[in-house]
C-alpha cells in the first residue's frame, strides 16, 4: 500500500497548557524490527492530559514541544521494516499500540510478567509520538492482535483503560462473589473495571462517583452506588461514606480500586475494607505527593490489610481484555470524536464531565 509523504497528527503545541494543534507531520519509514501502522482510532486517557499538562513530576523530563500524543490506537499495518522475522506480523494485520509502545523484556519487571512497569520503556504519546495522528511506528514484537470480530473503536479504550484495571484486580486477593469497591467509578477507568469486574471477573461492584454518573455505573455492573456530592467534604463526610460502604457490603470490601486522581478518593480508600482486604492503587495524582489515609502500622496490622498497585497490564493481559470485548461479555462505553474536537474533549475530561471513555476517528476523511 503506498503511503503519503505527509500526513495529519495532532500535537500539544504549548505543553504544560490545555492546547492541540492539528499539523502535517512526515510519515515515517519503519526501521527493523518494526511497522508502520495506519490508524484509524485511537482511544483518550487521563494520561494524555498529564502528559500535555506535564502534571507528573515523577516523569524524567518534561513534554516535548510538538510531541504527538496519545497512547490507545488501532489500525492496519501497512509497511514492514528490513530484517522483520516473516511470522511476527504481517501486512493487512489489524493491531493495537499501548501505553508503552515498547518495553526492553530482560529487566526484573519484565523477567515477571510486570512488563508495565519495565524500567528501560518507550512510552506512546510522551517519549515517542504517539496514536494521535494518521500513521505510527511501532515495534512488531509488541503490537497486540486485535480479535477479528471486534470493532477498533471498541478495542481502542481496552488497550490502556481496560488492560490497566483489569490486571489491577488481578493483584489483589479478592474472588468471584465478594465485594469490591471501585472509586472513580464512571470515569474512563472506571466504567471499564465495573463492566471487567462484575461480568468478566464475578465481583460485586459498589461503584462511588458523583450522583449524576449513577445510570452509567450500575449499567456497566455495579450492584450499588455511592453519591460523593451527597457527603460533605473533610474528616466528618469520610466517615459517613465509610460507614455506608460497610453497611452495604456487611463489613467492608474485600477489595478497592482507586481509578480517579482525586486525592479524596486516596484519603477515604482504606476505611473501605473488611479484615485482610486490598487497595489496589491505579489512579496517578497530579501535582504533591498524597499520603494514603489511615495508613498507620498499627492499623494495617490488626486488620492485615494490604496496600498494592498497578500500571498497565503484560501482552497476555491485554489479549484476555481483548476477548473479553470479543464475547460480548465486555462493551466499554465511549464517545466518538473528530481530531480537532480533541481540546474540548481534554477540557471536559479535566472538569469530570466525560462520562465513560472518549475515542477519535483518525480516517484520513475526519481531518480538516
Known amino acids: 500500500m503506498a503511503t503519503p509523504g505527509r500526513h495529519h497528527a495532532v500535537i500539544y503545541d504549548n505543553p504544560g497548557t490545555l492546547s492541540v494543534k492539528v499539523v502535517e507531520v512526515e510519515t515515517p519509514e519503519p526501521g527493523p524490527g518494526q511497522v508502520l501502522v495506519k490508524l484509524s482510532h485511537s482511544g483518550v486517557c487521563h494520561s494524555d492530559y498529564a502528559v500535555m ?67 528501560r520503556p518507550t512510552v506512546s504519546g510522551y517519549s515517542v509520538p ?39 484486580f488481578l493483584k489483589t486477593r479478592a474472588r468471584a462473589g465478594e465485594w469490591f469497591v471501585v472509586s472513580g467509578a464512571g470515569g474512563g477507568l472506571g466504567h471499564l473495571a465495573c463492566e471487567i469486574g462484575s461480568r468478566g471477573l464475578g465481583y460485586r461492584i459498589l461503584g462511588i462517583d458523583s450522583a449524576e454518573k449513577e445510570a452509567l455505573v450500575k449499567e456497566c455492573g455495579a450492584e ?63 501535582g504533591d505527593d498524597v499520603p494514603i489515609g489511615g495508613a498507620d502500622p498499627g492499623k494495617l496490622i490488626i486488620g492485615q ?20 470485548a470479543a464475547r460480548g461479555v465486555v462493551k466499554p462505553k465511549f464517545s466518538l470524536h473528530k481530531p480537532e474536537e480533541l481540546e474540548d474533549v481534554f477540557s471536559r475530561m479535566a472538569k469530570g464531565e466525560l462520562l465513560g471513555r472518549a475515542v477519535v476517528a483518525l480516517d484520513s476523511n475526519q481531518w480538516e
Open 53 to 119: 499538562m506535564n502534571g507528573w513530576k515523577w516523569l524524567p523530563d518534561l513534554t516535548t514541544k510538538s510531541q504527538v500524543g496519545g497512547h490507545e490506537g488501532v489500525g492496519e499495518v501497512v509497511k514492514l521494516g528490513p530484517r522483520l522475522a516473516t511470522d511476527t506480523v504481517h501486512i493487512g494485520d489489524r493491531v493495537g499500540i499501548k501505553w508503552f509502545s515498547s518495553v526492553c523484556l530482560y529487566c526484573p519487571a519484565c523477567m515477571v510478567g510486570l512488563e508495565g512497569s519495565c524500567f
Open 224 to 286: 450499588q452506588f455511592i453519591a460523593i456530592n451527597k457527603y460533605p467534604r473533610g474528616a466528618e463526610g469520610d466517615k459517613a461514606m465509610a460507614d455506608e460502604v460497610k453497611r452495604i457490603t456487611g463489613g467492608g470490601a474485600a477489595g478497592v480500586m482507586v481509578c480517579t486522581a482525586a486525592h479524596a478518593a486516596y484519603a477515604q480508600a482504606l476505611n473501605f475494607l473488611r479484615f485482610n482486604g486490598t487497595l489496589v492503587c491505579v489512579g496517578i495524582t497530579e
Open 130 to 168: 504517539g496514536t494521535f495522528q494518521e500513521y505510527v511506528l511501532a515495534p512488531a514484537n509488541y503490537v497486540t492482535p486485535i480479535p477479528a470480530n471486534l470493532p477498533s473503536d471498541v478495542a481502542a479504550p481496552l488497550l490502556c483503560g481496560g488492560l490497566t484495571v483489569y490486571s489491577a
Open 305 to 324: 490489610l494490604n496496600i498494592t498497585a498497578s500500571s498497565v497490564g503484560n501482552r497476555k493481559e491485554a489479549l484476555d481484555v481483548l476477548h473479553l
